[in-house]
């Protein structure tokens, strides 16, 4: 049974300082259109988050943890719903409480402040945090790499990032990927327009782009009849884990029990969501009630690329190396996302993760 420890808290002023001064990073192209709904109840209808994890045991004999999502509830969080679920955090002694996000939460300031034990975040969020005295650290890589795509009309001639000169792009203004895509591949005259989570100004506007998810976009689009291709930010280059699950310096400290009972569930959860994501979409919509089934599915079966891999399989679903850590750093530092380098291996941690 895990020890029971008090948490600290890392000191809220530091954490706004943090949200004030930090820029949009790669979660912030998180901007969802349409077909990532908002969500008409956060919590199961007649329960709370809370109730729905402990409903299954004991909860007095169990340590909690809370964890925010960055979005809102979605299959692109579904092993973490799939450990729930499955009861796989109450078996390693965790009552787990999943808190969904959504662009008025920032649950690198809700982690920071001890508001929550563990958020979802991307590597080089991570890593302009810690530069701005957050010391969070990565503990599991849900996606090997970034999902985000530029969605573009099927009938356009664009066969890569270098056919986006002089067109005409709706993306949100900082985006990490996007500064790293654009310095890359010198797209010095691209008409930058400012995303706002609508599809509209995309459709209207034929030979353009729009940022997006291939768990998302595509899909939403292709239910209105609009057919797209997408370029893949991973094939750019940008080596950005992405889904991070984290936690801060300080609760990694007092808490390597439960760090690694949480760590190890969501591993097992992932690993289940994979194969039965069919039967775990209808639990995660009890907190996401406008987020159809249907869509569901679709992100399930776009992301599993993502996420199992050669090194996942022979590693573990969440694997991360030092290297890649060091690549998402240099790039940040190409593009003026980080002011200097750092020790990038304080950044993440590896111990608690089981290999297959």
Not at 305 to 313: S, V
């Amino acid at each position: 049974m895990i020890r029971t420890q008090t948490k600290t808290k890392i000191s809220f002023i530091v954490a706004v300082v943090f949200m004030l001064t930090i820029a949009v990073g790669c979660s912030s192209g998180r901007n969802d259109s349409e077909s990532s709904a908002s969500p008409s109840s956060a919590a199961p209808e007649g329960a709370t988050p809370e109730s729905t994890a402990g409903a299954a045991g004991d909860s007095q004999t169990l340590q909690k943890a809370h964890l925010v999502e960055a979005w809102y509830a979605k299959g692109e969080d579904g092993g973490y719903f799939a450990a729930l679920q499955q009861g796989y955090y109450k078996d390693a002694g965790v009552d787990m409480t999943i808190q969904p996000g959504g662009p008025q939460v920032s649950g690198l300031q809700l982690v920071a402040s001890g508001k929550a034990d563990f958020g979802i975040s991307y590597a080089d969020d991570i890593l302009r945090a810690r530069e701005q005295g957050i010391p969070v650290v990565g503990l599991l890589a849900g996606f090997q790499f970034t999902p985000q795509v530029l969605v573009y009309h099927a009938e356009d001639d664009i066969k890569g990032f270098e056919d986006l000169k002089g067109r005409t792009v709706f993306i949100q203004p900082g985006a990490l990927y996007w500064e790293y895509v654009k310095s890359k591949y010198k797209l010095t005259d691209v008409n930058e327009l400012n995303y706002t989570g609508q599809l509209v100004n995309f459709i209207k506007t034929k030979g353009s782009l729009n940022q997006g998810y291939i768990t998302n976009e595509p899909y939403s689009l292709g239910q209105q009849g609009i057919d797209v291709k997408t370029l893949k930010i991973a094939d750019s280059g940008y080596a950005n884990y992405c889904d991070v699950l984290f936690t801060t310096e300080d609760y990694l400290k007092k808490h390597p029990d439960i760090v690694e009972a949480v760590v190890q569930a969501s591993q097992k959860g992932w690993s289940y969501y994979l194969d039965n994501y069919k039967s775990v979409n209808p639990f995660i919509q009890t907190y996401n009630k406008d987020m159809t089934i249907e869509a569901m599915n679709y992100e399930a079966e776009q992301e599993t690329p993502f996420i199992l891999n050669d090194e996942t399989k022979a590693n573990g679903i969440g694997y991360m190396t030092l290297d890649r850590w060091k690549t998402v750093q240099d790039q940040l530092l190409q593009i003026g996302g980080l002011k200097g380098e750092q020790d990038v291996s304080k950044a993440f941690a590896t111990d608690y993760l089981t290999k297959p």
